[in-house]
């Protein structure tokens, strides 16, 4: 699968149901919404913030339900596997940021 398609589909999570992780542009406006700034966003995901993690994972679910709340969201992870979600958004969030160079072919290459 290409860098590109890949961007149109999302990451394949499992949570409640298959649900798949999509960072688009009103995912990070959402984010810039809750945390001021997507840079303050992903220090959240680092610090390993358990609000901030529901709040990464609830702005890459939206494009798939609008309807869909925080709470709902935290319904659908155990701690136990709070690390492998914090994976998967780091690797969606990874995945949708532009390549610098511009050129998908080579992002997908490394």
């Known amino acids: 699968m290409k860098g590109k398609e ?10 409640d ?53 925080e709470k709902e969201v935290g319904k659908m992870i155990t701690l136990e596997k709070l690390n492998e979600v914090v994976d998967i958004i780091s690797k969606a969030i990874s995945d949708a940021m532009p390549n610098p160079n511009g050129d998908e072919e080579n992002k997908e290459k490394n």
Do not use: M, P, Y
Not at 8 to 14: A, L, P
Not at 25 to 46: H, V
């Open 17 to 69: 149901k298959e649900r798949h992780l999509l960072f688009d542009l009103n995912s990070f406006c959402e984010l810039e919404d809750r945390f001021g700034s997507i840079q303050k966003a992903f220090e959240e995901l680092q610090k390993g913030s358990v609000k901030g993690i529901r709040t990464l994972l609830w702005a890459g679910l939206i494009h798939e339900d609008e309807g869909l709340t």
């Open 6 to 15: 890949l961007k149109q589909v999302g990451i394949k999570i499992k949570l």
